[in-house]
């Protein structure tokens, strides 16, 4: 181990019970689709012929767009689409991303140590917590499996049951409860037709007439997260985030205008620790950490193989190299438990 001690910064900052931020990213790991994925999908199996003839020219050019590697997101930004339109691609979006988490839950019944997620979970519970607060963009039903695995209750907003509205947290008692804020909705949430949002446990199939509330990037994005049950969602995040003086990010980019700003504020003004673990640091995510504004701080990234990984840190000027895996959930749980 090198002479500066990168395991004990990991620890301290765990150690103030962080708040858990899961990007896509945290998911990808399980074989979860990525943005490209997700773009290469909707262009393939959104058919011709249900794009509405106002709309032809706009479909054109989204495609054309995402055939010169233009990201989904960005594609999205620079075409303004109908509601009809947009209704499609999130069907599409919804289809590919709930096979994928369907597969997952299957190898999640089997295999009752597949999510390392859910053993560090129950390693912060091992105190006098009682509750732990998870924020993630990712549409996935992940974090509730996770959970699910160490037989541990978990809230997003909703009652409990097979078939689940829109409820306080005061709805269901428990002695420990991890809050799973989802900013961006979430597979088995959908809009029905009594313009209410349901969420509808193992959801291998859309009820009629009912939409999946997901939120897509693109223009719509903002319009749709200042309504329900998004705006008290995101408003719950920025809670958890406001009082929380730990941030503990798996996967996550630093794009994202819902959980960014309020996070950025608390370690820029308050100086709060935030240590980040993924596959590769973003662009995004440099720029931000080693600005200098961020005072406290540990990311880690891959190195050069799957062994290997690249530490970098506020209290140690130069990015350390080690031949141990500490960028993966897994990895990183042997360096701090």
């Not at 945290?26 to 794009?51: C, H, Q, V």
């Not at 240590?275 to 200098?292: E, H, I």
Request: glycine fraction near 6%; charge should be negative.
């Amino acid at each position: 181990m090198t002479e500066f001690n990168y395991q004990k910064q990991a620890q301290d900052y765990y150690a103030h019970a962080p708040v858990i931020i899961l990007g896509s990213g945290a998911s990808m790991a399980f074989g979860l689709p990525g943005m490209r994925d997700l773009a290469d999908y909707i262009k393939s199996n959104i058919a011709t012929a249900t794009i509405p003839d106002d709309q032809s020219e706009n479909w054109v050019e989204f495609c054309g767009l995402l055939e010169t590697d233009v990201d989904l997101e960005s594609a999205l930004h620079q075409v303004n689409f109908s509601q009809e339109i947009t209704n499609l691609i999130v069907q599409s979006a919804w289809v590919l991303i709930n096979s994928c988490d369907e597969d997952v839950y299957k190898r999640s019944v089997i295999d009752r140590a597949l999510f390392p997620l859910g053993k560090l979970l129950s390693h912060m519970f091992r105190s006098s917590l009682t509750r732990l607060n998870i924020i993630t963009t990712n549409y996935d039903c992940l974090a509730e499996y996770a959970c699910d695995q160490e037989e541990i209750y978990h809230y997003s907003g909703f009652s409990h049951g097979h078939t689940k509205r829109l409820s306080s947290p005061a709805h269901v008692k428990c002695n420990r409860t991890v809050n799973i804020w989802k900013v961006h909705g979430s597979l088995d949430w959908f809009f029905s037709e009594l313009n209410e949002t349901i969420s509808i446990a193992k959801y291998q199939y859309k009820p009629d007439g009912y939409q999946p509330q997901i939120v897509t990037p693109g223009i719509q994005k903002y319009q749709k997260t200042h309504l329900e049950p998004f705006r008290t969602i995101i408003g719950s995040a920025d809670q958890a985030l406001t009082d929380a003086n730990s941030y503990l990010c798996f996967g996550f980019g630093f794009n994202d205008e819902h959980i960014q700003p309020k996070l950025l504020s608390k370690c820029e003004r308050d100086n709060a620790k935030i240590t980040v673990v993924t596959y590769a640091l973003t662009d995004q995510a440099k720029d931000l950490l080693f600005s200098g504004k961020i005072k406290n701080f540990l990311a880690i990234e891959r190195g050069d193989s799957d062994g290997t990984s690249k530490i970098y840190s506020s209290l140690h000027n130069d990015p350390i190299l080690v031949d141990t895996d500490f960028w993966s959930m897994n990895g990183f749980m042997n360096l701090i438990i």
